[in-house]
């Protein structure tokens, strides 16, 4: 019989009810009260801290400007476009030489107003209203120079043209600001404001424009501070001693500008016989003289950098004709060496009429100021021009002896002097009353700071008797002379062959510049322009002269600008122009006695010699040119040195051996070779010279060591401050010693990983805010830490001070090449950017570029630019 079974299988579970999912917010809500409270607490600071952020984009973004579509603007009397490429480069068409200038001020307001602003205080002495106390001494220094009351005096000596494109500038500036707020005009109105600066920007002034020509001309103005260095040295060596230190320009190793030619009944003429010398006697100065000129200078070196100061200010430019050119037609280089900022000091920007007629004759392309109407460098449709700074003696110190608070004795009689008062407004502060002297010789400088109204009663004087309370410092200044010089700036953008481009030279009075030129008929030539006073014999500029003998007065006369150097076509086919001396010794005019020692000139002669013909892209090449000519003459010294302690020194040494003396950024041995350069210097000169002449390691600092190498047991090599006497070989194997251990700390112990660039950066400052010392707004508004080679009396000139370090000092501000064989196959580039707003693009975006040795092409033509652009304004006649 059968029975039936179970199932094996087990009896399932009962279910488990799901455990629910707490939300986010139900676990936080869940947290103990320490947990929430910590956490409300970071979501609050990071909302405030996005909410910032986002007011801060929105505060910098703001003052951005409209550069696509079309703007009704009331002063127009026709349609005006302005083309940007992708760099934002704006080229203007219009109809009239009125609205060129009118949407020139209007582009530049739109993006550097705010520089502009600045400038203008600056140039009036005002900044204390916006800065407050801090800048009081610049305001006081430039107001008794009085730059605004000599631009307001420049008016009335301008062409009526001048006048005209002047007003229709500003009336462009004025256009743009009218409606617009401070805070949408610039961030740096923007972050005042936050400081308490309750101010509304004036209206732009033709003379705004005039004034800022004078802070051109004062920082290129030539041998001051050599003057007052020459006179420190005097108390603690002998003529010999400081003749060693300021040697002789070498004509026979570095060629003038122009060779050969002589004035000729008042008439310069390239191919005539030289004529004239000069033998001044110099003066010795005793303690108070010295004394009241170093206060002086103090107050000088405390002025603020607005085109740059030093021996780094120079520049190079050459041409070359059709024959020493791959184009067959000529070529131009230009690349101007100025002391760096952000925004940099050019704008970029062409003017074009749409059709050549009697109220439209421009059609100019080139590099501008902000706040100057017309190009300042650039090419027209038939001439290119560059400059370099000529760099004549146009300034004098001179001693004035003083009686009482307002007069001076002049050849033993007593004059009175002349007085104004100056009332400055200083931010948060009560006025400040400024009684300013004049003598005949100009300004009192010395009357800046009280401190040093009078200075001892003890000068430099052959005539016995009372002296007085003492004595003040005078500056006589061609500057402070009103001249025409706006004229020339739109005379070079209108001329059309050699002899209008010399017509618009002979305006140029400050700053003096050597000007280079080129046509389209083939023609290169070289002019030298400027008021450069005539000085009687006994006064060669070099020193400081006693202002109570009136035999030491300029005679009253200026060179004539027809017997000023100049030559058409050289025979050589070229011209080269870097700071060097214009002329031979045999010019019967002191043109100066400082020149640039050529060493770049001599560099760039040998490259065009040595190519033969150049094409545009070799002539960009020369530009970026790294060859350091002191390291040629010093390098075969420091590898004679052959008692290094060991193997560590010499394998920094070791890097010299195979050096080809180039200073790329990227380079070990440029690094050693000029820390070495630093530390020779000092441990050679800061023992016997006083601190404010210790070497800047320029090219008077190449020709007094490459000198002092040639004698081992010369008396500048021995230490004053040890009681053994040193050698040559001893400075040059201690500089080795030293340099390898500070490119250790600095770097790396391994040699091979050091670079030139590391330590030789481009740091671009905002002039303002970005001097603030709050590092977020120093961060917004400055870039940094671009590193570069070249070096200082290089023609890739990023110069340094070897007083201070081997931070660039100065470097070229822009850079072109110019083909007269057809101008869009020239080539420009801008250190920095064209908008001087810093949420831009276009604040910097040129920079890297530049850095790289690279160039952008160079729109001219309607159909070049047209190709090129980006956006395009229309601005348009208001309805109304």
């Known amino acids: 019989m059968g029975s039936a079974m179970s199932d094996p299988s087990p009896t399932p579970a009962p279910e488990t009810a799901p455990v629910p999912q707490l939300t986010r917010w139900q676990a936080f809500r869940r947290a103990p009260r320490a947990v929430r409270w910590t956490a409300w607490t970071a979501l609050g600071l990071v909302v405030v801290l996005l909410l910032l952020a986002a007011a801060v984009v929105g505060v910098v973004r703001r003052p951005l400007p409209q550069t696509n579509g079309e703007i009704e603007v009331p002063g127009l009397s026709a349609r ?45 002495g005002r900044l204390s209203e916006m800065f407050g106390p801090d800048t009081l001494d610049t305001d006081k220094f430039i107001r008794t120079m009085g730059w605004r009351r000599v631009a307001e005096e420049e008016w009335a000596l301008l062409e009526p ?96 500008i122009v060779s050969g ?33 170093e206060r002086v200078q103090d107050s000088i070196e405390a002025m603020p950098d607005l085109v740059g100061k030093g021996r780094g200010i120079g520049s190079n430019s050459w041409v070359v004709d059709g024959e020493h050119s791959a184009t067959g037609e000529p070529l131009l280089a230009n690349d101007p060496h100025l002391g760096i900022s952000q925004p940099g000091i050019w704008m970029q920007m062409g003017l074009h009429c ?31 021009w560059g400059f370099t700074n000529l760099g004549p003696d146009v300034t004098d110190l001179y001693l004035e002896e003083t009686e009482g608070d307002d007069r001076y004795v002049r050849d033993g009689e007593s004059e009175p002097m002349e007085v104004r008062t100056e009332t400055i407004g200083v931010r948060g502060e009560d006025d400040v009353e400024l009684r300013v002297r004049e003598t005949t010789h100009g300004p009192l400088i010395s ?179 790294s060859t350091n000519p002191m390291a040629e003459t010093l390098v075969p010294y420091l590898l004679d040195v052959d008692t290094l302690p060991s193997r560590y020194y010499r394998n920094a040494q070791n890097l010299l051996r195979d050096w080809d003396f180039t200073q790329p950024a990227d380079s070990a041995p440029a690094a050693y070779f000029n ?9 050679t000169f800061h023992d016997d010279l006083r601190e404010r002449t210790w070497p800047d390691g320029g090219d008077r600092w190449f020709e007094v060591v490459g000198t002092m190498l040639t004698e081992p047991a010369g008396p500048w090599w021995d230490d ?43 740091n671009l400052h905002n002039a303002t805010l970005g001097e603030s010392g709050v590092a977020p707004i120093e961060r917004l508004f400055n870039r940094d830490g671009w590193q570069v080679g070249g070096g200082s009396s290089i023609v890739a ?84």
Request: with cysteine.
């Open 797 to 880: 000139a990023t110069s340094w001070n070897a007083v201070d370090g081997y931070e660039v000092t100065a470097a070229p501000s822009m850079r072109m090449v110019v083909s007269l064989a057809d101008w869009d196959d020239s080539r420009w580039i801008n250190l920095t950017g064209v908008s001087g707003h810093p949420a831009s693009s276009h604040y910097s975006d040129q920079t890297e570029l530049y850095v790289d040795g690279e160039t952008l092409p160079w729109a001219y033509s309607r159909e070049a630019v047209e190709a090129a652009a980006d956006d395009t304004l229309v601005l348009v006649p208001s309805a109304g």
């Open 447 to 625: 009357d800046v700071s009280s401190e040093f109204a009078t200075v001892g009663a003890n000068a430099p004087t052959d005539e016995p008797g009372d002296r007085g309370s003492g004595y003040a410092v005078a500056l006589a200044w061609t500057a402070l002379d009103p001249a025409p010089t706006a004229d020339a700036i739109l005379g070079l953008n209108r001329a059309s062959d050699w002899d209008e481009f010399r017509e618009a030279a002979a305006e140029f009075a400050v700053p003096a510049q050597n000007l280079v030129y080129a046509d389209r008929e083939g023609h290169i030539g070289y002019q030298a322009p400027g008021r450069i006073p005539i000085r009687r014999a006994g006064n060669d500029g070099t020193m400081p002269v006693e202002g109570w003998i009136s035999a030491n007065d300029w005679t009253g006369d200026y060179i004539p600008f027809d017997g000023l150097p100049s030559v058409l076509d050289p025979e050589e086919g070229f011209i080269v122009t870097a700071n060097q001396a214009v002329i031979d010794e045999d010019y019967p005019y002191l043109l100066t006695q400082d020149w640039d020692y050529g060493y770049r000139s001599t560099r760039i002669r040998e490259a065009l010699t040595a190519e033969g013909e150049l094409s545009v892209q070799e002539m960009a090449t020369l530009q970026l040119d």
């Open 161 to 256: 043209a001048t006048r005209d494109a002047l007003t229709s500038y500003a009336d462009g500036v004025n256009a743009y600001i009218e409606d617009r707020s401070p805070s949408a005009l610039a961030a740096e109105y923007a972050v005042l404001g936050l400081t308490g600066l309750d101010y509304t920007p004036e209206e732009w002034e033709p003379v705004d424009s005039l004034a800022w020509l004078k802070a051109m001309a004062w920082d290129l103005r030539g041998n001051m501070d050599a003057e007052v260095d020459r006179v420190l040295l005097s108390l603690d060596h002998s003529a010999d001693e400081i003749a060693a230190l300021w040697p002789d320009y070498p004509y026979a190793d570095h060629p003038p």
């Open 720 to 762: 004053a401050e040890t009681d053994e006497v040193e050698t040559r070989d001893d400075i040059l194997r201690q500089a080795m010693i030293e340099a390898r251990d500070e490119m250790t700390r600095r770097q790396a112990r391994d040699p091979k990983r050091w670079t030139w660039g590391h330590i030789h950066r481009m």
């Open 80 to 124: 005006v476009e302005v083309i940007r490429d992708d760099h934002d480069i704006p080229q203007v068409y219009a109809d009239t030489d009125a609205d060129l200038m009118f949407a020139q001020g209007y582009v530049h307001a739109q993006e550097r107003f705010f520089e502009m602003d600045f400038r203008r205080h600056v140039t009036a």
């Open 675 to 683: 820390v070495v350069w630093r530390n020779l210097l000092e441990l």
């Open 354 to 384: 749409r059709e050549q007629t009697d109220d439209c004759t421009l059609d100019t392309s080139g590099f501008t100021f902000s706040g100057v109407p017309g190009v300042i460098i650039g090419h027209n449709a038939d001439i290119a």
């Open 261 to 293: 030619g002589g004035v000729v009944d008042g008439v310069f003429e390239q191919n005539a016989t030289a004529n004239g010398t000069r033998n001044p006697r110099r003066p010795a100065y005793p303690e108070g003289v010295v004394a009241a000129l």
